[in-house]
């Protein structure tokens, strides 16, 4: 059993590595990336492992393949799309409340997929992290999603993240303490300490 675990872990921390490297060379949606093997060779990792991560950024959404051609970023956000839906949709208040309120339950879903699937060194990576920027709180949600393991819930809340901003709610920002203590409830595993260390940095109530 420990082997496909070591093997998700490899492949996750590509899918990571990439994301870095795209952000690095500043590639945009239409740009082409590396090729297979430029990128075992550049993030060295085996070709398998590497072919495994890309699938995955395919089935999210954010790349494409176009045979003959090669492999190109994609404007996996639609943003054209959620800004037009949100000039006709979320102009109705109880729509606006039913996206935070789903986003927010997608949110607690990853904070509990990830809590079975987090490592110690996750934890210890994010803390670091953490402290040492200033990130918006979609980055950090990011990051959850990613440790969730779970490519629908990824693509989910990516939806539901850029409607949310599409509404440019007013949203009171946590402390980085708040972001800390939800991470050291994904260590306990503990659902009921994970919902309500969520719902203190939502300032929604815990009762």
């Avoid at 956000?77 to 309120?101: C, H, M, P, W, Y």
């Avoid at 402290?131 to 539901?160: G, K, P, Q, T, V």
Wanted: glycine content about 4%; hydrophobic content about 40%; charged content about 35%.
């Amino acid at each position: 059993m420990a082997q496909p675990e070591k093997s998700t872990k490899v492949y996750v921390g590509i899918v990571r590595q990439l994301r870095e490297m795209i952000n690095k060379d500043g590639l945009k949606p239409g740009d082409k990336i590396p090729s297979e093997r430029e990128l075992s060779e550049r993030l060295n990792a085996g070709r398998s492992s590497v072919r495994e991560a890309l699938r995955a950024l395919e089935l999210l959404g954010l790349i494409e393949t176009r045979r003959g051609e090669g492999t190109f970023i994609r404007d996996f956000r639609g943003n054209q799309l959620v800004q037009l839906l949100s000039t006709f949709i979320l102009q109705d208040e109880k729509a606006k409340d039913d996206v935070v309120e789903t986003k927010n339950m997608i949110e607690a879903d990853c904070l509990y997929l990830a809590a079975e699937k987090i490592q110690e060194d996750d934890i210890k990576r994010l803390k670091v992290w953490i402290d040492d920027h200033n990130f918006e709180d979609e980055e950090f949600f990011r990051e959850i999603a990613e440790l969730s393991d779970n490519h629908l819930f990824y693509r989910i809340w990516y939806i539901l993240n850029d409607y949310y901003k599409a509404l440019e709610l007013k949203a009171i920002p946590a402390e980085k303490e708040e972001y800390h203590l939800l991470l050291d409830s994904l260590a306990t595993k503990n659902g009921e300490l994970i919902l309500n260390r969520h719902r203190m940095l939502r300032k929604m109530s815990t009762q």
